[in-house]
């Protein structure tokens, strides 16, 4: 075989393992997406109460009495026009008996419109549900060069902060051309696929990707009608200002 034949043959190779491979398959924007939500509880119980001797039998009681996980999951649904975040169950051995991770964030769903940039959540606060209606979060986003593979796709990291200082680690594929992510996380140049929250001792990881064509995809519409605005009043109005959880749980409102 001549040189010139043998590298033509051997780029016409690299182009079909390029091609044939789903890591290259750089044009997704129609599938679902199964997260698993992963609450740390005994972390979250070490952290809060602190180890002072006052606090520790009654700490270990608790310690004792939950698992040191609690874990649901999700199905987001997504096009290139919109996505559906949705709770789908919990997990049946992990749960969270004592609703240590938040009132109003437990069974989310959120449904955005990328063409409108508008989004409608269905939330439960205080035994209610509520519709949010409101426009896409923007986040300023820091890209950087850490990598890692989650359900089979590269991603890469980026790092933002809500509420001024709880900070929000991503990670997102380009190889899915949807600018989205679970709960209302958006604005990356790829679909997330993984986030974690320190200070919530939370991660939501996808577990499986699914590559469908799928049709039109419904927001919500059962609930009381309110804007972000209003749901937060909700939650003021609700909780005791003494409350020593209550920034964690307006933490937990607001994703």
């Known amino acids: 075989m001549t040189r010139p034949l043998l590298r033509y043959t051997s780029l016409l190779l690299l182009l079909y393992a390029l091609y044939a491979s789903p ?3 750089q044009m997704i924007v129609n599938g679902t997406i199964k997260f698993e939500r992963k609450t740390n509880l005994h972390q979250q119980v ?14 270990q009681s608790l310690l004792n009495n939950i698992p040191q996980y609690n874990i649901a999951y999700f199905n987001y649904h997504f096009t290139a026009k919109e996505s559906k975040y949705a709770f789908e169950k919990k ?16 069974e989310n769903i959120v449904y955005s419109n990328f063409i409108t940039k508008k989004t409608v959540s ?34 890469r990291k980026a790092t ?10 991503a990670f ?3 190889q899915i051309m949807v600018s989205g992510g679970p ?12 986030i974690a929250i320190p200070r919530l001792y939370t991660t939501w990881f996808a577990t499986s990707v699914e590559i469908l064509q799928q049709g039109e995809i419904q927001p919500p519409d059962k609930g009381r009608r309110v804007d972000n605005a209003g749901f937060r009043k909700v939650f003021l109005d609700n909780t005791p200002a003494m409350n020593k959880n209550a920034t964690m749980q307006s933490w937990w409102m607001s994703l």
């Open 23 to 25: 890591a290259a398959a």
């Open 46 to 59: 070490r952290v809060e109460q602190g180890n002072s001797a006052a606090q520790m039998p009654g700490r």
């Open 91 to 106: 997990d049946a051995v992990n749960y969270d008996p004592y609703n240590m991770t938040g009132l109003a964030a437990k």
């Open 122 to 155: 269905k939330k439960l606060a205080y035994d209610t549900d509520y519709l949010v209606a409101d426009s896409m979060k923007q986040y300023t986003w820091k890209i950087s060069d850490e990598v890692r593979t989650i359900a089979g796709y590269l991603c």
């Open 160 to 169: 933002t902060q809500i509420n001024d200082s709880v900070v929000v680690v």
């Open 172 to 174: 997102y594929s380009t």
């Open 183 to 194: 709960e209302s996380f958006n604005g990356l140049p790829g679909l997330i696929l993984g």
